[in-house]
């Protein structure tokens, strides 16, 4: 896009109404900014460089003083600020530690079902947020695909290719990955048994101190015999609903992704998954789930 473009990134940041309470039975946050004399929805800009799902995470934070495991995405705005075009990309937000404490920016902080939310928002266009935001469940869990970072040429590699390494900017996109996977709190973490799959989420694995489990049917080689297994491995852990991150080659990301994306039509938030269900070498794609079933889906690269 031609000219200046502001990027911003925001949540709906939702808690149970009562401990222990349903997950239909929720409050949502928000916070009133005295700049402008409005109540709106966390959000804020991107710095240079920042990944979209990090600014979101870091600006509900700022603004609300709690740490969040990002859901499902709600949408995308489009609209004009101070003449300039601005996009804003939203998530469902669940709150985890932390407390509001009033700053020069948010000086107050308001937790209301979602139909008094509405009512309370300034805009509008944040009220379709939260209309987004009711249409599915609160709480979900992320199964997230991974492929592995950049590893150089295979021709120019000369060992066995199951030892290829992470080159200088696959290194750099596994650090890069660690904190943004590491915001949805997987439990598990498993990874093709090569080195440049394993060394992809180790970062990770070490931040989030679990072990990575090694599955020879996520190899290109081991898909290439049989597709069956890897297929079935991820099915499991979708139908088990609970987050885990899975890292894997090119050539067998299609095929998964066909699978449990494309196959569904009616899945929110994926169009451009079922146009192309690969990814970019250190891309991520998110499957919100409840166990047994994917209810959204989305695509992120690094």
Request: aromatic letters at 4%.
């Amino acid at each position: 896009m031609n000219g200046p473009h502001v990027l911003a990134a925001g949540g709906v940041l939702w808690r149970p109404a009562t401990p222990g309470g349903a997950d239909g039975d929720v409050e949502v946050a928000l916070v009133h900014r005295p700049r402008y004399d409005d109540w709106s929805l966390p959000k804020g800009k991107l710095t240079p460089g920042e990944h979209v799902l990090a600014a979101a995470l870091r600006e509900v934070a700022e603004e609300t003083g709690h740490d969040a495991v990002p859901g499902r995405p709600l949408g995308t705005q489009h609209y004009l600020a101070a003449g300039v075009p601005k996009t804003v990309h939203y998530w469902s937000m669940e709150a985890r530690a932390g407390e509001f404490v009033p700053h020069a920016e948010v000086d107050a902080l308001r937790w209301l079902g979602p139909a008094a939310a509405r009512s309370a928002l300034t805009h509008d266009r944040d009220g379709d947020l939260l209309d987004a935001f009711a249409a599915g469940p609160a709480h979900t869990a992320a199964i997230v695909v991974v492929r592995h970072g950049r590893a150089g040429r295979r021709r120019d590699w000369t060992g066995d290719d199951r030892a290829r390494p992470l080159d200088a900017q696959g290194q750099a996109q596994a650090e890069a990955l660690a904190p943004l996977l590491a915001a949805y709190r997987p439990i598990q973490v498993i990874a093709a048994d090569v080195l440049r799959c394993t060394a992809t989420v180790e970062p990770l694995a070490r931040r989030m101190g679990l072990p990575i489990e090694t599955a020879p049917e996520l190899t290109e080689e081991g898909h290439a015999r049989d597709p069956d297994p890897a297929r079935e491995l991820v099915e499991r852990l979708v139908a088990r609903g609970e987050p885990t991150v899975v890292c894997t080659q090119g050539g067998v990301i299609p095929d998964l992704l066909d699978r449990l994306v494309a196959s569904r039509p009616t899945l929110p938030g994926h169009p451009e998954i079922r146009d192309d269900p690969s990814l970019p070498k250190g891309g991520f794609c998110v499957l919100h789930t409840l166990p047994g079933r994917i209810v959204a889906a989305e695509r992120h690269q690094v």
